[in-house]
């Protein structure tokens, strides 16, 4: 699994720089382009809903120091979904009743779920951070896109990372939320390794029933002792960042340490180590939608690095900042293409488009709106250092090499 740079041949490749540079004759309404933000900005996931926030507040000002989009400048609104559905699907009301007709939305698979059918009546597009297949898969809707990799993409690939590095760690079991995206990258990452294991490790692979948590629990004595108890010496992590911070520190106590050898988890990257501190795992690997390091020569992703570095002092940005900048600039691309915020046009113009981002070229597949781009995985492990730990090694990944089939209204297979 390398990182690969290749031109797709669908669509036209855009870049921030062509996106400042070719500003064409201002549309009709003068006004901003309105872009709502559903986020839960408090609670449980926090972080990575500030840090996506980040990401899009420094490209809309990008975008905006450069004339704007046709002329017009971006201006975003932004709402605390607090992690509740009904909010999130309120937020969106009020954003369509103030002429806004792109959502950059919320972060958990089940509420988008929720938002998705409203999306035709509200006559708006919308792309969000959940990664559940089923979202480009069974419930498609022809104005939802994902920018990013999907679960069957990044936690599959995972799966095959494991039988290569550690083919000795043949028994896994999973910690996982009642949750539908959680519990589905459970599903991606066990297909993995059963098809993996055999294949490579040339072993088979025992996998545990996943332990079965509410989400945000708090007390965790119970589950740790069922690990204990277990075979598993190597465990996926299907829960929300701020519990598994408890769950480590309510672990260390127990010695489930010097059990499990491996843990793999579904997307908080770096936000696994600063809010685990001392308490990371040894060995816990996690894919990322944006790591700087692997985005060496791109343009897009150095200035990103810089402007957050300069705005928050952070050295270890958030993948999440990334994603939440490919969000603008990849809608920001498809309204250019169309030459107009007019819904129907966008949706066809951003069908196929292929867009330089700071996660690198960004591909949307025609036939189910799948963003396919590069990505990377990273092991990470406590350090001696002020942040307490450390990226002790990273994988980059060609999305387009281990996408899944686009199958739009059918349920995704594992």
Not at 56 to 62: F, L, S, T
Not at 79 to 105: M, N, P, V, Y
Not at 180 to 191: P, T, V, Y
Not at 234 to 258: D, E, K, R
Request: charged letters at 20%; one cysteine or more.
């Amino acid at each position: 699994m390398t990182l690969r740079r290749r031109h797709f041949l669908v669509g036209a490749s855009l870049s921030a720089a062509t996106i400042a540079a070719s500003r064409r004759a201002i549309a009709q309404d003068q006004g901003p382009i309105k872009i709502g933000l559903v986020h839960p900005l408090s609670g449980s996931v926090s972080a990575l809903a500030n840090a996506v926030l980040l990401g899009e507040q420094i490209a809309a000002d990008e975008i905006n120091k450069s004339g704007g989009i046709l002329g017009r400048p971006i201006q975003l609104l932004v709402r605390d979904d607090q992690l509740k559905t009904d909010l999130a699907i309120a937020i969106c009301r009020e954003f369509a009743s103030q002429g806004c007709r792109i959502f950059l939305g919320p972060i958990l698979t089940s509420q988008v779920l929720a938002v998705m059918p409203l999306l035709s009546e509200l006559n708006a597009l919308m792309t969000s951070s959940a990664t559940g297949d089923q979202l480009t898969h069974k419930f498609y809707v022809p104005n939802y896109f994902r920018v990013g990799a999907n679960n069957y993409m990044r936690m599959r690939t995972t799966a095959k990372l494991m039988a290569q590095r550690y083919p000795d760690v043949t028994s896994w079991g999973g910690l996982v939320a009642d949750n539908a995206g959680l519990q589905e990258g459970w599903e991606a990452f066990s297909d993995g390794l059963r098809e993996f294991y055999p294949s490579i490790a040339k072993k088979d692979v025992l996998i545990d029933d996943p332990i079965i948590l509410k989400l945000n629990a708090t007390e965790f004595h119970n589950e740790i002792g069922a690990m204990l108890s277990r075979s598993a010496t190597g465990y996926y992590l299907g829960y929300v960042l701020a519990p598994l911070a408890t769950f480590f520190q309510q672990a260390s106590g127990m010695g489930l340490g010097s059990k499990v050898r491996v843990y793999t988890e579904n997307g908080f990257e770096l936000e696994l180590g600063r809010t685990f501190k001392k308490n990371t795992p040894k060995e816990i690997w996690s894919p990322s939608f944006w790591y700087p390091d692997a985005q060496k020569g791109n343009s897009i992703s150095a200035a990103l690095y810089s402007e957050c570095l300069r705005r928050t002092g952070e050295k270890l940005p958030s993948a999440f900042v990334g994603l939440g900048s490919a969000f603008v600039t990849v809608f920001a691309a498809g309204i250019e293409k169309a030459r107009s915020t007019d819904t129907a046009m966008v949706r066809n113009a951003l069908e196929g488009v292929a867009v330089q981002t700071c996660m690198g070229l960004e591909y949307i597949r025609k036939e189910d709106h799948q963003g396919i781009g590069d990505f990377t995985i990273l092991r990470m492990g406590p350090a001696d250092n002020d942040a307490g730990f450390a990226v002790t090694d990273a994988v980059n990944v060609s999305g387009q090499q281990v996408a899944d089939a686009p199958t739009p209204g059918v349920s995704s297979k594992f």
